[in-house]
């Protein structure tokens, strides 16, 4: 996990008229807000995603014909998870090409397990043609083009690009946005462009306290929608800047493409296939979920190998314990078949720490499903040392910290949003206790000791619900409309996930100094899911907890959780009761929450 960002000064952008992205068509608009930040509240927001190392690069770019001159700021901080020595972002190499990078590379690049994701990305990229299209094969003597590499990654990824012979900047977020890019386009008072992973606090009153109604202004930062991006630098001048010009690429890769498209191989069942689906034997479903079985294990695989700079690191507990994986944990379906796989891919001398957080104490749902859920991952794996992490918050404390969640929610800005904000870098703090101790202890306190966890890779079950209807939206939209009307809003929810989840969720998590992975949206399983007809992954004719992520269910099954795989669906809002705590907070009562639609309301922070 890294944090990246970039500061263009004295480049007119234009936008491209060809393009579909309505943010390159928008025109500079005046910026009445007092908006501002210096470079060291960026750094600091970066740092705090990346603490091992910090690095900055400023390139000069000239036009000597109109004397003038443009400059780019690569600032980088890095959380480094894989490579036998050191490296500090940005990454230059001999041709004067310049990366940074915030991702991971599971497939499509080849990197070595002693090997950096990144170093290894600036390699393949400097053997690039200097095309700023797939199509121009006889020009580039057989070379890939930045697209061609760029389409190819498997795994989640952000990215800043300086392409050193062409003048040409590239910048981009994989197809699904697992990772944040924000993007701040020229207006006619500050006409820099900026990307970053997160926006900053303001410093502008030079005080410790954060002003978020400042520095959050939503009309600055936008998410980047996901896709590959470049800059041309041009030479001539435009109202005495240099100009350069924005363009969104198409993806080259055909594969991708159609994960994109998100199209499935069977949508509306006959008769005879819900008798099959449904019938005492359920003999039709074994396959499929098998299959699901087999590609979450292999994504679990990919995002859990300890490479040798991970394992040289402190991710050892106080009693000397290595705990180098934690998955974010409700007790629920997703998070316990994260739990269960995790345990089939991790060496058994390391602990897993389960990180649970709850605004109510013990009575939490979550925080009660959360301890039968541990019960039973101790009954299928006895060996494994299993930490259950409770983090208790109080929410009416939390004032300086809801200003600090609510400037990495940004841009989004409702109360659902900041709920889920908190409650994520929270859990993902990894700061609370865990039990010791026998179970049949009369003073429950005494088992309860205090707990940091230091693993810095956090599984996040993202994407499960999306892919096999575990919303309730998903049950109301198929009384209506039936398999046709569940899948088209299945669909959408995947394809706008980067937007209402990912980014968000991504600064929340990256804040504390860890890596978010999200095994559910690993390429293969995407394809996997997508080649199962939608009767096999749900079907919403059977109760809550019975046909809602059916196949899911299944595969709990197989790896021996019972009693996961009919616990119904619960969102972290409602699990950790942080909703019920804002809504008597912010709205006096529960019911004068529901009656305001308290989740979609904006929040006012200053």
Request: aromatic residues 8%; hydrophobic residues 35%; charged residues 25%.
């Amino acid at each position: 996990m890294c944090g990246i960002a970039l500061l263009i000064s004295g480049v007119r952008i234009q936008r491209s008229s060809s393009s579909d992205h309505n943010n390159l068509e928008k025109p500079l608009l005046n910026n009445n807000s007092n908006f501002t930040f210096s470079i060291d509240d960026l750094k600091l927001a970066l740092h705090r995603r990346g603490p091992d190392s910090l690095g900055y690069k400023k390139l000069i770019i000239t036009a000597n014909e109109f004397e003038l001159e443009s400059s780019l700021q690569f600032l980088a901080a890095t959380l480094q998870l894989r490579g036998l020595h050191s490296i500090t972002q940005p990454f230059v190499d001999s041709s004067n090409n310049v990366l940074i990078y915030n991702g991971e590379i599971f497939g499509g690049v080849h990197v070595g397990s002693d090997e950096n994701d990144g170093e290894m990305l600036m390699k393949a990229l400097e053997n690039c043609c200097s095309c700023t299209s797939c199509d121009h094969r006889s020009d580039c003597s057989g070379n890939d083009s930045v697209l061609d590499v760029l389409s190819r990654i498997k795994g989640p990824w952000a990215l800043v690009y300086w392409q050193d012979s062409s003048k040409t900047l590239w910048f981009g977020r994989d197809a699904f946005g697992r990772r944040s890019l924000l993007v701040r386009w020229p207006t006619v008072d500050d006409p820099r462009f900026m990307l970053s992973s997160v926006s900053p606090f303001s410093s502008v009153d030079g005080s410790s306290d954060f002003e978020v109604g400042e520095s959050t202004d939503t009309n600055l930062w936008e998410e980047l929608l996901c896709g590959i991006y470049s800059l041309s630098m041009d030479s001539s001048a435009v109202h005495g800047c240099l100009s350069g010009e924005v363009k969104k690429h198409e993806w080259p890769n055909d594969m991708l493409k159609e994960l994109i498209k998100w199209e499935r191989v069977s949508v509306e069942p006959k008769l005879e296939d819900l008798y099959f689906s449904c019938g005492p034997e359920q003999t039709t479903i074994l396959v499929p979920a098998q299959n699901v079985l087999t590609a979450l294990r292999k994504s679990l695989m990919l995002r859990t190998s300890l490479h040798k700079k991970n394992q040289a690191e402190s991710s050892y507990s106080r009693n000397g314990e290595l705990v180098p994986v934690a998955v974010l944990f409700s007790g629920g379906l997703d998070s316990m078949i994260l739990a269960a796989l995790l345990d089939e891919c991790l060496d058994p001398s390391f602990g897993i720490d389960l990180l649970n957080v709850s605004f109510d104490g013990q009575f939490a749902p979550d925080r009660i499903s959360s301890k039968t859920g541990v019960a039973e991952l101790r009954r299928i794996a006895p060996l494994r040392r299993w930490n259950l992490v409770e983090i208790d918050a109080d929410l009416s404390k939390l004032v300086l910290e809801t200003k600090h969640v609510m400037s990495l929610i940004n841009p989004a800005n409702t109360y659902m949003d900041l709920n889920i904000g908190i409650a994520l870098w929270l859990a993902a703090s990894g700061y609370g206790w865990v039990s010791r101790g026998t179970s049949n202890s009369k003073d429950e306190s005494e088992q309860r000791v205090r707990y940091e966890s230091q693993a810095r890779i956090v599984l996040v079950g993202s994407g499960a619900d999306e892919q096999c209807a575990g919303y309730g939206r998903h049950r109301t939209k198929y009384r209506s409309g039936s398999w046709v009307g569940l899948n088209e809003e299945m669909k959408l929810d995947m394809q706008r996930i980067w937007k209402r989840n990912m980014g968000r969720d991504d600064r929340c998590i990256a804040d504390n100094g860890k890596e978010a992975r999200f095994p559910f949206l690993d390429e293969d399983v995407i394809r996997t899911l997508l080649d199962i007809p939608l009767w096999e992954v749900a079907n919403l004719n059977q109760p809550s907890g019975t046909g809602d992520k059916k196949i899911l269910r299944e595969v709990a099954k197989m790896l021996g959780l019972h009693e996961a795989a009919v616990l119904p669906k619960r969102a972290i809002q409602f699990g950790s009761r942080i909703a019920r705590e804002s809504n008597r907070k912010n709205f006096g009562s529960n019911r004068a929450a529901n009656q305001a639609s308290a989740g979609s309301v904006v929040v006012n922070m200053s």
